[in-house]
């Protein structure tokens, strides 16, 4: 079953008569679904969209109410590209944070969240028939966008008993004549996975070689436990020209209502993708643009508030990827796991039950409620496995694993 199948799996039939086939192909991914779904059910706990529990920092809500009662042009549409001062405080962290120089009026635009971004950068360079490498498992949603933009996603599996790594000789060995690109996410959702410098930069190399574009979706880049050594796909000189890269205020200030992102690439790659963003959003939101602006002026890589507020949230996160994984040993009947090392997301295997992931999903939703995703939304390598997120509250996440276990006595 794959993410096509989850509207009948779930009892909703589409009627796609008159519906274009570019639309009708896709579907509105299991991470939004289950949680629609989950309004259902009384006293649900969530370890399903990936949602912090964190809410968005004081240093940036105070400057958006002062300014919501004075400034009268946060009401109103922005630059299409977006507010020039957010693009420069955008250089400057980019500086700082990836070592990288950008020409802010030039090589960036302020999109409507990372997923925006990469929309927008796919439509630009993917035509009908073209192939895009893709791990998995891998983000739902870069499969749905790819199949929009009428490619053809080509799934190269990642290695799951080596901590999820990335199979460079898979993705050498799935290039064709047709492939266009590789999206890379990183740190990965769903598995929680960090790639090696080693196996990116093979990655970068390949498709310097064959002429492809590499799509960095990097939402997650803060957010990395133990030390473990992180690189970004933007910070490789030779990949430049090649690159589409998305970033997000979401996850690192807890803004993701705010809806709010930014796209860095060539300025060839933004001055097209920007015909994508007029046609379908104009502009980011002002007043989102504006509190991004805040959060940044508040981060300068050492001691700001942003900076602390960060420091904060990745250590609590830590230690609630601790408690998950504590919790998830008390399971070894019915998961297995590779330890997450970025983001905040672990996706066990399925391994005491013959069960499959929506099943599993459904009945851990209707039985013991509890909202998490099946896995087989992620792509061919998702199937056997479940994707759950330590986003949420300690007390949530202890709640969510009594209720599991309590299940699993019964019914396995």
């Known amino acids: 079953m794959d993410d096509r199948s989850v509207y009948k799996s779930i009892g909703r039939e589409e009627d796609l008569k008159g519906i274009s086939r570019r639309v009708s192909q896709i579907s509105v991914s299991a991470i939004k679904q289950m949680p629609v779904l989950a309004r259902e059910v009384a006293g649900a706990v969530s370890l399903g969209q990936g949602i912090p529990s964190f809410g968005t920092p004081a240093f940036i809500t ?10 009268e042009w946060i009401g109103k549409y922005s630059l299409q590209p977006g507010l020039p001062e ?37 439509a ?10 893709i791990p998995t498992p891998n983000y739902a949603s870069h499969i749905e966008q790819v199949l929009f933009a009428e490619g053809i996603p080509v799934f190269v599996p990642l290695l799951e008993e080596q901590g ?36 990116l930069l093979a990655v970068a190399q390949l498709a310097l070689e064959k002429d492809l574009f590499v799509i960095a979706d990097e939402a997650y880049d803060f957010l990395i436990y133990d030390n473990h050594e ?4 933007a910070s490789i000189p030779e990949l430049k020209n090649r690159l589409i890269g998305a970033f997000s205020f979401s996850k690192m200030y807890c ?22 963003h007029d046609a379908f959003a104009i502009c980011a939101p002002t007043v989102s643009q504006c509190a991004a602006l805040a959060a940044l002026r508040a981060t300068n890589g050492k001691d700001g508030p942003g900076d602390n507020f960060i420091k904060n949230l990745v250590h609590a996160l830590g230690q609630r990827r601790e408690l998950t994984c504590a919790r998830l040993d008390r399971l070894k009947s019915l998961f297995s796991y590779q330890i997450p090392r970025g983001a905040y997301y672990v996706f066990p295997k399925i391994v005491g039950s013959k069960i499959n992931s929506m099943e599993l999903a459904i009945r851990l939703l209707y039985e013991a409620r509890v909202i998490s995703i099946p896995g087989n939304g992620f792509g061919p390598s998702g199937e056997g ?17 009594d209720r599991i ?3 699993a006595q019964i019914n396995l």
């Open 62 to 71: 105070k400057v958006i109410s002062e300014a919501l009662t004075k400034d």
């Open 86 to 122: 957010l693009k420069h405080e955008i250089a400057r962290y980019l500086q700082w944070k990836k070592g990288i120089s950008v020409d802010a009026e030039t090589e960036l635009f302020v999109s409507c969240g990372a997923m925006e971004a990469l929309a927008a950068g796919i």
């Open 124 to 133: 630009t360079v993917v035509d009908r028939g073209d192939e895009v490498l």
């Open 164 to 199: 999820w790594r990335l199979d460079v000789e898979g993705f050498r060995k799935a290039i064709t004549k047709k492939t266009r690109a590789i999206i890379i996410c990183n740190p990965m959702n769903p598995t929680g996975a960090v790639f090696s410098k080693e196996d």
């Open 230 to 233: 992180y690189i970004s796909c």
């Open 255 to 276: 803004m993701t209502g705010w809806r709010v992102g930014f796209m860095y690439a060539s300025s060839k790659i933004i001055n097209q993708a920007l015909k994508v």
């Open 385 to 401: 496995h479940i994707r759950f997120s330590f986003g949420g509250t300690e007390d949530e996440i202890n709640t969510a694993f």
């Open 405 to 407: 276990e309590e299940w």
